[in-house]
Nanobody
Framework: VQLQASGGGLVQPGNSLTLSCVVSGRTLGDISLGWFRQAPGREREMVAAISRSGGGTWYTDPVKGRFTISRDVDKSTVYLQMISLKPEDTAVYYC???????????????WGQGTQVTVSS
């Protein structure tokens, strides 16, 4: 499984940004996909995940109501739509995949490169 993340950038607080993760090597129906982030000096954390069927999603509490994970099977792409961004959302964001239907971070063994999101005025 190969993953290519993109869409990061510099945005002002309160604005929106959508990240994309293009998947190759397997179909989206074969994998669960998660978005993770790592801020300077902090541990990497999972922020959202979507199941193999696409019917199940999961979010960490700090992003609930602000982030939405979705996918386009035809484009083999998973998105992370982020609204009402806050400075504390600043981090390098990664997409990762697992063949399991799980939100256990340690199960995610396939990783894309990171994309930087900076929320600052």
């Amino acid at each position: 499984v190969q993953l290519q993340a993109s869409g990061g950038g510099l945005v002002q607080p309160g604005n929106s940004l959508t990240l994309s993760c293009v998947v190759s090597g397997r179909t989206l129906g074969d994998i669960s996909l998660g978005w993770f982030r790592q801020a300077p000096g902090r541990e990497r954390e999972m922020v959202a995940a979507i199941s193999r069927s696409g019917g199940g999603t999961w979010y960490t509490d700090p992003v609930k109501g602000r982030f939405t994970i979705s996918r386009d099977v035809d484009k083999s792409t998973v998105y992370l739509q982020m609204i009402s961004l806050k400075p504390e959302d600043t981090a390098v964001y990664y997409c990762a995949a697992t063949f399991r239907n799980t939100v256990t971070p340690s199960a995610y063994g396939f990783w894309g490169q990171g994309t930087q999101v900076t929320v600052s005025s």
